[in-house]
Nanobody, 126 residues
Framework: QVQLVESGGRLVQAGDSLRLSCAAS????????MGWFRQTPGKEREFVAAISGSGRSTYYADSAKGRFTIFRDSAKKMGSLQLNSLKPEDTAVYYCAARLVLGDVLLSSADEYDHWGQGTQVTVSS
């Protein structure tokens, strides 16, 4: 079991960059697939990016491709999401998620994850 805590969200202007962090506590983090999601009021949680347990594979939503980059450091039990060229429509609560998996897999559905952080608010002003 791991516990996840996100940080780094804040108010920024359009075009700015931001790095979100996800700290995992508990046992080893290396066997966990990890992902980032975001949610705005009244909408379902939306997939943003995923990274495999080894960190060798990544996958992005179309809205994130070319602007966002997902990282992880399993030894430090940390994950992060670099957000560049932010737009007002990126405004949301961002969540990191994890699941212990067999193999070096990517998970892109919220239903596939069983560990979630509390979220961190990112607000992008125009």
């Amino acid at each position: 079991q791991v516990q996840l805590v996100e940080s780094g969200g804040r108010l920024v202007q359009a075009g700015d960059s931001l790095r979100l962090s996800c700290a995992a506590s508990g046992r080893s983090f290396s066997g966990y697939a990890m992902g980032w999601f975001r949610q705005t009021p009244g909408k379902e949680r939306e997939f943003v990016a995923a990274i495999s347990g080894s960190g060798r594979s990544t996958y992005y939503a179309d809205s994130a491709k070319g602007r966002f980059t997902i990282f992880r450091d399993s030894a430090k039990k940390m994950g992060s999401l670099q957000l560049n060229s932010l737009k007002p429509e990126d405004t949301a609560v961002y969540y990191c998620a994890a699941r212990l998996v067999l193999g070096d897999v990517l998970l892109s559905s919220a239903d596939e994850y069983d560990h979630w952080g509390q979220g961190t608010q990112v607000t992008v002003s125009s």
